[in-house]
């Protein structure tokens, strides 16, 4: 290294200095996305999403541990990245299954109605 | 830097650079995820997604325009593949909700018909039940009535019965195998005569009523003598007598067909023909009252 220090020498120290704070930053953002992505796959079980839907909880998952696993590798732009689709599918998933129980307690009643409407029809013909 | 290199150089690169633009701006970038996204995007927009989950199809707009922009900034193809698939997934999330909110809204409906189906069952339940009580009571009501007319006509038949008892008994009649018989002697004729008297007369009146009373009997009237005189003057007095006490019936409103006569003359004696006494006993007429309903044996 040369003793002299020249601005511009003096430039690019600071401007790697700032990129690599830059880059460091980088790291709390990932680690959130990956923590509300485990967030949102967990609800997702919660709601039953492993009977409900299946295919769409083991692809957020499988994201999900794959975003764990560049976290440990310090790629914040991959981990946020895979992050981020784990929690979308996560979160499909969950609607998925909630819109399956929504659904079916609907037509249950739907079809309780219907049986009730033929015991009367039956109950008010035989009273005639 | 020398300009004249830098023109001379840089002259094809740009010209190549703008021959690569083109050829890219004739066929638009574009993949089949995103394809895929913008169709099952129109599809949401179609339906009533917007309307049902305002937040989710806000954030897959987001999504699906990102990846479009993507598109048209010509980055990457596994780039705009990826935001093309996060768009896709987030109208899938945003359909779901949807889904959900509109099976909510079916469940309270339901909900609240089910109720109306409920109430609409118990009321005609009760409607039933009241049908049910009324026939009952009406049912009831009937049966009484029945009793009563019942208990009534068995009232009626034995005032019927004492009522004839009575009256047969104030004529003297005599219980036979071929029924009542009420016997009037020959004092209610005048001798040797068909004519009834007074007293003969108030007899056969009370004869009348009996039969007036029980239109269901009928009689039969049979004349006898004592054994003076011819057989032939003595079966034609008895005959007379007995035509005599049917005119009178007949007199006093009782139909000739229900009453029979027969002469015997001096047949069938209740007593000998040696004395006064016994041959006034072999003078009479017997008049034998049918049960109800049945016609009277003949004499054997």
């Given amino acids: 290294m040369s003793p002299r220090l020249t601005l511009p020498a003096v430039a690019a120290t600071v401007v790697s200095a700032l990129l690599l704070s830059a880059c460091a930053s980088q790291k709390a953002p990932a680690t959130a996305d990956v923590a509300v992505s485990q967030a949102a796959v967990e609800n997702a079980a919660q709601a039953g999403a492993a009977e409900l839907a299946p295919a769409e909880l083991t692809s957020a998952r499988e994201k999900f541990a794959r975003a764990n696993q560049a976290l440990k590798e310090r790629d914040y732009k991959l981990a946020s990245e895979l992050a981020t689709q784990a929690q979308a599918e996560a979160k499909l998933a969950q609607s998925k299954a909630t819109s399956a129980k929504a659904t079916s307690a609907a037509d249950a009643v739907q079809e309780n109605i219907r049986v009730l409407r033929e015991e009367l029809d039956r109950a008010n013909s035989a009273n005639k | 830097m020398n300009k004249t290199f830098t023109q001379k150089a840089v002259t094809p690169l740009v010209l190549s650079l703008v021959l690569a633009l083109s050829a890219c701006s004739s066929t638009p970038v574009t993949t089949s995820t995103l394809d895929q996204a913008r169709s099952d995007y129109t599809a949401a927009q179609n339906g009533s997604v917007a309307q049902y989950a305002p937040n989710e199809f806000k954030a897959a707009t987001e999504a699906l325009n990102a990846a479009n922009t993507a598109a048209s900034n010509r980055e990457d193809l596994t780039k705009i593949d990826q935001l093309a698939s996060l768009a896709k997934t987030k109208i899938a999330t ?45 049912d009831a009501e009937a049966a009484k009535a029945q ?34 018989v009420v016997t009037l002697g020959d004092v209610l004729f005048n001798t040797d005569q068909a004519v009834l008297t007074s007293a003969g007369t108030a007899t056969v009146q009370k004869l009348a009523n009996i039969l007036r009373d029980n239109p269901d009997r009928t009689v039969l009237v049979e004349g006898f003598t004592d054994s003076t005189g011819s057989t032939a003057h003595n079966l034609e007095l008895s005959q007379r007598r007995a035509e005599s006490v049917r005119a009178a019936l007949a007199q006093m409103g009782i139909e000739r067909n229900r009453v029979e006569t027969r002469g015997y003359g001096e047949a069938y004696p209740v007593a000998g023909n040696n004395t006064a006494g016994d041959r006034q006993l072999n003078r009479r007429v017997e008049i034998v009252l049918s049960e109800a309903g049945k016609p009277i044996q003949a004499r054997r």
Avoid at chain 2, 95 to 104: G, L, W
Avoid at chain 2, 153 to 180: H, I, N, W, Y
């Fill in chain 2, 94 to 138: 945003a359909q779901e909700v949807a889904r959900t909110k509109q099976a909510e809204a079916s469940l309270k409906g339901a909900t609240q018909e089910r109720e109306q189906v409920r109430l609409q069952a118990r009321t005609a339940e009760a409607e039933a039940a009241r049908r049910n009580a009324e026939q009952a009571q009406r």
């Fill in chain 2, 147 to 180: 009793a009563e007319q019942a208990s009534a006509a068995t009232r009626d038949a034995q005032a019927q019965a004492s009522a004839l008892a009575a009256q047969l008994a104030e004529l003297k009649a005599k219980q036979t195998e071929r029924g009542m």
